[in-house]
């Protein structure tokens, strides 16, 4: 089995808040909504490279835990995606997961991660 990349430590913590594009804000929307649907603890949702959006919630059982980000960068990669424009994290936390943040990095050196609250206050940005 080929080994994994080592997923960074540290957690990214985002930029000052921005207003975001009617297509970022969505993400939020989408991301809102998967976390609230199951009651997770947070959500997520990419746009991809032809405008195609995927959303998911965080995942925890005792065979698998999986960030939401993750699972919604997996989803878009399942359904044929090569590169991210643009992702948005709702948590409770106040800042990205380095597993998350990875998984997006491997589709996109640039792509913003917008990280928001529970009730959809966009925190900041993740740029890099």
């Known amino acids: ?17 921005v207003e975001l594009s009617a297509e970022d804000g969505k993400l939020v929307v989408l991301a809102r909504g998967a976390r609230g649907r199951v ?3 947070e959500g997520a949702a990419v746009r991809d490279q032809d405008g195609r959006t995927y959303a ?24 044929g995606a090569t590169r991210l424009e643009a992702a948005a994290v709702v948590t409770e936390a106040s800042t990205l997961d380095g597993a998350g943040h990875a998984a997006v990095r491997d589709l996109a050196a640039d792509a913003p991660i917008h990280v928001a609250a529970p009730d959809g206050a966009v925190l900041g940005t993740v740029a890099e």
């Open 56 to 79: 998911a919630a965080s995942v925890s059982l005792p065979s698998l835990t999986i960030t939401a980000l993750q699972l919604a960068v997996a989803s878009a990669v399942a359904a």
């Open 39 to 41: 009651g997770a603890v």
């Open 1 to 17: 089995m080929p080994e994994s990349p080592a997923v960074p430590a540290t957690r990214p913590t985002p930029s000052d808040p």
